[in-house]
């Protein structure tokens, strides 16, 4: 049986990989601080043979006894929110996690993949983003705690691969949305629906004109489930390529609850981006991948799962 470990395992994206890698006849050690990954991400997975969790900082020197056949280092705060209430603890599981994993990685002789952001192209001033694009970051605005950690973490993961040998991979995951993510999550999505299922006015940053795109969770794991077995090595976008305004999205989640709150517009954030869309040209080319669950449906489930969390 294979073995794979997962930092940031009880984190929204970790933790459907858990278990997409349960499903693949993996053995997972899920490694989380549970600094905002919750534990009842983990109440499934944790009742599943084959599953275990390492309680602590992915900063520190992780033991893992016996083989690791693939190591997968999504550790970190990765919402607006949580980030800027942890500046540091981000900057850290970027640049100190991102080594001790890797470390291990070389000690086991194993596949390493990094849970890389379309945060590293910051402000672009291209649209849709290739991966060639070097990005438009402000490396002291407040958000640069994220996407300098990512940028760093990239880079050391390229150095490992080119120095020591390691088989890495690069995911630059783009706003993926779905079950398992927190109710205070601090992103449009579910900002949206918590406010529209609990009749409060939608938030709007800005005049709500900046774009997004929304990839819908089952879809990203598919395609970092295919990232992982392929072997493409330089950065990939994983991502939906179908643009909106914030607004729109705003507008669609009202409709889908069915609450027709009021939306109120406050001051944009610092450095926030105005329009994020991935070319995935390469996903689809060498992955032969591209998401396939439409918007509506994906917010639905998205909404039903709210609902069960804050009625259930």
């Known amino acids: 049986?294979?073995?794979?470990?997962?930092?940031?395992?009880?984190?929204?994206?970790?933790?459907?990989?858990?278990?997409?890698?349960?499903?693949?006849?993996?053995?997972?050690?899920?490694?989380?601080?549970?600094?905002?990954?919750?534990?009842?991400?983990?109440?499934?997975?944790?009742?599943?043979?084959?599953?275990?969790?390492?309680?602590?900082d992915v900063t520190k020197h992780i033991e893992i006894p016996g083989a690791v056949d693939a190591v997968l280092h999504f550790a970190s705060p990765a919402s607006p929110e949580d980030y800027l209430?942890?500046?540091?603890?981000?900057?850290?599981?970027?640049?100190?996690?991102?080594?001790?994993?890797?470390?291990?990685?070389?000690a086991k002789g194993a596949r390493y993949m990094l849970a890389s952001t379309s945060e590293v192209?910051?402000?672009?001033?291209?649209?849709?983003?290739?991966?060639?694009?070097?990005?438009?970051?402000?490396?002291?605005?407040?958000?640069?705690?994220?996407?300098?950690?990512?940028?760093?973490?990239?880079?050391?993961?390229?150095?490992?691969?080119?120095?020591?040998?390691?088989?890495?991979?690069?995911?630059r995951i783009h706003n993926t949305y779905g079950p398992k993510m927190r109710l205070n999550d601090g992103r449009a999505v579910p900002n949206f629906v918590y406010q529209a299922l609990t009749?409060?006015?939608?938030?709007?940053?800005?005049?709500?004109?900046?774009?997004?795109?929304?990839?819908y969770v089952s879809d990203m794991i598919e395609g970092l489930w295919r990232l992982l077995n392929s072997r493409v090595v330089e950065p990939i976008n994983l991502g939906n390529p179908k643009e909106m305004t914030i607004l729109e999205l705003a507008k669609k989640v009202r409709d889908l609850v069915g609450n027709h709150v009021e939306i109120v517009f406050k001051p944009l954030p610092v450095d926030d981006p105005k329009v994020r869309r991935p070319?995935?040209?390469?996903?689809?080319?060498?992955?032969?991948?591209?998401?396939?669950?439409?918007?509506?449906?994906?917010?639905?489930?998205?909404?039903?799962?709210?609902?069960?969390?804050?009625?259930?």
């Open 1 to 56: 049986m294979p073995r794979a470990v997962v930092t940031g395992g009880a984190g929204f994206l970790g933790s459907h990989l858990c278990e997409r890698l349960l499903d693949e006849g993996y053995e997972v050690i899920g490694v989380d601080n549970l600094i905002t990954g919750p534990r009842e991400n983990l109440a499934l997975l944790e009742r599943r043979a084959g599953f275990a969790l390492l309680e602590q």
């Open 85 to 106: 209430k942890y500046p540091i603890q981000t900057l850290k599981a970027g640049a100190l996690g991102t080594h001790v994993t890797l470390g291990l990685a070389k």
């Open 121 to 171: 192209y910051g402000d672009p001033l291209v649209n849709p983003q290739p991966e060639e694009y070097w990005g438009n970051v402000n490396p002291i605005g407040p958000r640069g705690v994220y996407d300098e950690a990512k940028r760093y973490a990239e880079a050391m993961t390229m150095a490992y691969h080119r120095v020591h040998g390691i088989d890495t991979r690069i995911a």
């Open 199 to 215: 009749s409060r006015p939608l938030t709007v940053y800005g005049d709500g004109s900046q774009t997004r795109s929304f990839c």
């Open 279 to 312: 070319d995935i040209t390469k996903a689809k080319t060498l992955l032969g991948w591209e998401p396939n669950v439409g918007l509506e449906y994906g917010l639905r489930e998205t909404i039903a799962y709210f609902r069960g969390r804050i009625h259930g």
